[in-house]
């Protein structure tokens, strides 16, 4: 049987702007192109990179009424049948400021149907849980509706992963969140908000890990940009990956790359982790070198032409 995801997410049409730069406060800089639209949310390109990978996912969205997602992303392996829409808000936006020097990014979003996508709407749709090996979510959705997701997932024997970005104004996720977490997937700096504890070595990485255990997750993969990727079981199996060495265009979506090309490929028993976390440095590395969301987020064939790249 192919493997299955069930994301649980946003979708938002990102609006990029390429700078030479990003400027400081207060400065005006003269840009050389005009304003991009493409596709884009962290629910979206999860689910895109799942379904790239050669993995069947299901995806839980919300937009605007008058918005046709399936007009603007076709793709095989990517199931839209559970895409809901709001009388109320319009789709999700991003306003993305790329720097062409570095390529590190700024993001501003505002919500709209995403934040209109309710546990009820979960209720619904649960029937896309039956026989996937995972549910994902992220935050940009309302983290009751992440829960309400878990909860289904819980229900039906599916393991859960959670993204926890953008990270809640409070200063830790709610620990009823946590507690239906099976694993979780922050970013270095994520991981310090939730955790307090800075990420500067392998100890402090082994501490963060021990924070979530003792919240009641079973598995920490945290992600560390041009440095890799670290991974820890609460049985005490650790991983460390490194990351394939490239020039960075874009880093948008780097982290949604790497979470959906790792769940098209992980076991639900993890015992092909490392294989897992692998595929995925390699699939990001391909990201952050292109321009763009979902234009960037790449196919298997690429990514299996990568992998001998990681030492």
């Not at 919240?215 to 560390?224: A, N, Q, R």
Request: overall charge negative; some cysteine; glycine content about 6%.
């Amino acid at each position: 049987m192919k493997k299955q995801v069930t994301v649980v997410g946003s979708t938002n049409l990102d609006r990029v702007t390429r700078v030479p730069r990003l400027a400081e406060s207060g400065e005006t800089l003269s840009i050389a192109q005009h304003q991009e639209e493409v596709m884009g949310g962290k629910g979206l390109n999860q689910a895109v990179a799942i379904a790239r990978s050669g993995a069947l996912s299901n995806f839980i969205t919300k937009v605007g009424s008058d918005f046709d997602l399936g007009q603007q992303v076709a793709e095989d392996n990517l199931n839209l049948d559970y895409v809901l829409q709001s009388d109320k808000f319009q789709t999700g936006q991003a306003y993305i400021t790329v720097s062409k020097a570095t390529g590190d990014n700024i993001i501003y979003v505002y919500e709209g149907a995403n934040g209109d996508l309710s546990a009820k709407d979960i209720w619904d749709q649960r029937e896309s849980l039956k026989d996937s090996d995972f549910c994902l979510t992220q935050l940009e959705i309302p983290l009751e509706t992440a829960q309400a997701a878990f909860k289904e997932a819980k229900d039906m024997d599916v393991t859960t992963v959670l993204n926890p970005a953008p990270v809640p104004d409070q200063e830790d996720l709610p620990k009823s969140l946590l507690a239906l977490t099976d694993m979780i997937i922050p970013n270095e700096h994520e991981a310090a908000l939730i955790s307090n504890i800075p990420v500067t070595d392998r100890a402090s990485l082994i501490a963060n890990a021990n924070f979530f255990f003792d919240m009641g997750l079973e598995h920490v993969l945290i992600t560390l940009g041009d440095k890799g990727a670290f991974y820890k079981s609460k049985s005490g199996k650790e991983v460390m990956v490194p990351a394939i060495k490239t020039t960075a265009i874009d880093t948008t979506a780097a982290g949604d790359t790497f979470i959906g090309a790792l769940l098209s490929r992980l076991s639900p028993s993890f015992d092909n982790i490392e294989g897992a976390i692998r595929y995925a440095v390699a699939a990001s590395s391909i990201t952050v070198a292109s321009a763009g969301a979902l234009p960037s987020i790449p196919y298997e064939e690429a990514v299996l032409s990568e992998l001998p790249k990681i030492n």
